[in-house]
């Protein structure tokens, strides 16, 4: 076997802070807990469970706005809870570090609604709290109703909204890295000097976009930027992932189809000088699983009285923008371009679907692979889509919360263990170093490099990035 095939498979759970997620109606499922989701203790109690089962992170996902396309009304959202109600992930953060050790956490935040000044602070305090364990989900939103929400005027042309990610992004470099170096801070009781003044620069930035001059007001943390989630699709979105971001989630519903996305991936980080296997790929997915196969299928059959497949197009038409309740549920729906997820809405120009297929494939009440076995078969699948596809690892659903992330840890890690193919224990390390063995830092080959202040002794105070030209 190569090096390759025996790579240990990376893995977060994907929630998000509401009751409907990704798999729609199963909150319904009298043992699912997921209406208690704004009581702190559901979210420590499964902080502490990931990290029992050696989960690499939490990946909470989040929206600005609500889902209204479909019908063009909120009601089956409210009805079913289709991240109606949801909450700000950021605020689970420090409670969850304080019950764990080792456990990541990528948090999702829309930066079309967020200064970035106040985001880049708010984002290194946790890097501060959870010493080094925090990463960003960086979008920009699909949602009409977030704009309406904030008082613009309307969702910013797709390549737009990557254009603004770009200078967001660098200016948030300057911040984290731009602006203190290393050892500004001496903490030097005795010689009175808290931070060491001439080791505090400041940056200057006036971009199309964004203006800012000054000092960033926040220390540097352990590991400065956090760890970079991105999921961009479209050709835009992956020249943007494929320049920024550590890991990239993808979609795809065959192996082949991830394939290629893989070697895409890898290509472009590659031709913009970055190392490509720096980026670790990972795929969404849903498992049931139980101590057989057998019971496995009774579970999803118990699962499915409860799901609500409706709900789960409800969610897709927010996201490809279109309201899919005005087709018949047999008629072929028709391409049309819209402004939400261009990668989500290709699917339309290349298959000939129909809602009742949405429907069949959203088994679940979602749109993510479905796998179903014991956690001797889930494993083999795992590890074949792993080995077929070139991708590093999962995003794991919930299904019933939270009974399916402890069926999982129950009878698939193990499994997976067994095989090599699952770490036995943590290593030391911030979530970077967990997830890359590159250290705290983005290495030199990442365009933050070129944002990052000397760390010469020099008695300048103030010193001229280079200009940014978004
Ligand atoms: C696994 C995964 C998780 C995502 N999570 C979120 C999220 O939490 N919030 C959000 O606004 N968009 C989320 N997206 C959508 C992406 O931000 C992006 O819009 C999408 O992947 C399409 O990219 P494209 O516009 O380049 O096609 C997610 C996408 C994927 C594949």
Redesign the pocket.
């Known amino acids: 076997m190569t090096e390759t095939t025996q790579k240990h498979i990376l893995l977060n759970a994907?929630d998000?802070n509401s009751v409907g997620h990704i798999n729609h109606g199963l909150w319904t499922h009298p043992r699912d807990e997921s209406h208690r989701f704004s009581e702190l203790s559901y979210w420590t109690d499964l902080a502490k469970t990931l990290e029992a089962g050696l989960f690499d992170g939490l990946f909470i996902?989040?929206?600005?706005g609500v889902y209204d396309v479909y019908q063009n009304n909120i009601d089956l959202t409210l009805r079913e809870s289709i991240q109606l109600p949801s909450h700000d992930p950021s605020t689970l953060v420090s409670a969850m570090a304080a019950v764990t050790q080792h456990l990541g956490f990528g948090i999702?935040v829309?930066l079309s609604y967020e200064t970035p000044y106040q985001f880049a602070r708010r984002f290194a305090s946790l890097d501060h709290l959870t010493q080094g364990r925090i990463g960003w989900?960086?979008?920009?939103?699909?949602l009409d109703s977030a704009e309406r929400l904030i008082g613009q005027s309307g969702l910013k042309d797709?390549d737009l909204r990557?254009e603004q990610a770009e200078e967001f992004l660098q200016l948030c470099y300057k911040y984290w890295e731009g602006s203190w170096e290393h050892d500004a801070v001496e903490k030097d009781k005795h010689h009175r000097i808290f931070t060491n003044p001439s080791k505090v620069h400041e940056i200057h930035h006036e971009g199309r976009f964004y203006q800012s001059h000054g000092v960033f007001q926040v220390s540097p943390s352990r590991q400065r930027t956090p760890v970079l989630f991105?999921?961009?699709?479209?050709t835009?979105?992956?020249k943007?992932a494929t320049s920024h971001a550590e890991c990239i989630?993808?979609?795809g519903d065959t192996p082949e189809k991830l394939r290629q996305q893989v070697i895409k991936i890898r290509e472009q980080a590659a031709q913009q000088g970055r190392n490509p296997s720096d980026i670790k790929i990972?795929v969404?997915i849903t498992v049931v699983t139980a101590e057989t196969t057998q019971r496995a299928q009774q579970k999803l059959e118990e699962y499915r009285h409860y799901a609500s497949p409706e709900a789960g197009l409800a969610h897709y038409a927010s996201?490809v923008g279109i309201d899919l309740s005005k087709f018949a549920d047999d008629e072929i729906i028709p391409y049309q371009k819209s402004n939400s997820?261009?990668?989500?809405n290709e699917k339309f120009r290349a298959q000939q679907i129909s809602k009742n297929d949405l429907k069949n494939q959203h088994v679940l009440g979602g749109r993510y692979p479905l796998i179903v076995g014991s956690g001797h078969d889930v494993a083999e699948q795992l590890i074949q889509l792993i080995d077929s596809t070139g991708i590093d690892g999962f995003?794991l659903t919930r299904t019933v919360a939270p009974e399916s992330h402890h069926d999982f840890i129950r009878f698939v890690i193990p499994e997976l263990q067994q095989r090599g193919r699952f770490k036995t224990a943590y290593k030391t390390g911030s979530f970077r170093q967990k997830i890359s063995g590159y250290g705290d830092l983005l290495p030199l080959t990442h365009p933050v490099e070129q944002y990052r202040c000397s760390s010469s002794t020099s008695s300048m105070h103030s010193f001229k990035h280079k200009k940014i030209t978004a």
Not at 61 to 64: G, H, N, R, Y
Not at 230 to 234: D, L, R, T, V, W
Not at 341 to 344: H, L, R
């Open positions: 994907f998000m996902a989040d929206i600005t999702t829309n989900n960086i979008v920009t939103g699909y797709h990557y991105q999921a961009g699709a479209s835009r979105g992956i943007f989630f993808i979609g990972f969404g996201s997820i261009a990668s989500v995003n």
